[in-house]
């Protein structure tokens, strides 16, 4: 599965590709860089899990709703994805 074949993204740009999205059990990131941090956030603003130098996030005890990803990728700038968890 190729999934920069399905949305017609290089994924070599500097924005990671998230899915699935609306996602119910886990979130992978797909970038090419190395990811030191993943920081899951509410809708709110509070922090809800941290997820240290891995591509795939656990979010099957997350409740259903609005959360935004922070994604740390080394030497760059933060980068902020919207994702949707249903349950």
């Known amino acids: 599965f190729d ?3 399905e949305i017609g993204v290089h994924l070599k740009n500097k924005n990671p590709y998230i899915y699935p999205n609306p996602a119910t059990q886990w979130v992978r ?3 090419d860089y190395e990811i030191a941090c993943v920081e899951l956030f509410h809708s709110s603003g509070k922090l809800i899990a941290t997820f240290n130098n891995t591509h795939t996030v656990d979010i099957s005890n997350i409740s259903s709703g609005i959360y935004f990803i922070k994604i740390l990728i080394r030497d760059q700038e933060p980068i902020i994805k919207k994702v949707i968890i249903v349950k």
Do not use: D, G, K
């Open 3 to 5: 999934p920069s074949a």
């Open 29 to 31: 990131i797909i970038s």
